[in-house]
C-alpha cells in the first residue's frame, strides 16, 4: 500500500494530481503551462533526472509548476492548495487518508511567491514519495 500511495503522489505531481482518465487533458495542460513559461521538455528532463537541483529551478519552471496546480483547481492564484480539490481525486478511503497525511507535511509550505510555493511543494511531495519508496 506504501508503495502505491509514494508512486501515485509521485505521479499526481508531475502531472498536476490527474486521474488516468483525463491523461488527455493532462498533456494538454503540461503542454500549454510549458510553453506559455518557456520552460523546455530538456528542463523538465533534466529536473526529473537530478541534472538540475530544485534549489538551482528558475522562475519559469517554478511558474509551469503553479500554473499546472490552478488550471486543475488545486490551488488557487495566491499559492494556497485546495486540499478539498485534491482529496476529491482519491476516492479509495486508505488513499485518501495517506494523501491527507502528504497534504498535511507539504501544504502549508511558503516561498517567496506564489510561483515558488507551488514548486516548494512539489518538491516536498516527491521528497515524501521517494522516502517512501525507500522504505
Sequence with gaps: ????????????CLTGFLMASSAEKAAEVLSDCMSENGVSPQDLMDLKSGKLKPEDAKD????????????????????????DQILAHFPDANLKSQVQIALNACGN??????????????????KLASNMLNI
Design 109 to 126: 509550505i511558503v516561498g517567496s511567491n506564489p510561483c515558488d510555493t507551488a514548486f516548494k511543494m512539489m518538491v516536498c511531495f516527491e
Design 60 to 83: 519559469n519552471m517554478k511558474c509551469a509548476t503553479q500554473c499546472i496546480f490552478v488550471k486543475f483547481g488545486f490551488m488557487n492564484d495566491k499559492g494556497t492548495l485546495q486540499n
Design 1 to 12: 500500500m506504501k508503495t502505491t500511495f509514494a508512486l501515485a503522489l509521485l505521479l499526481s
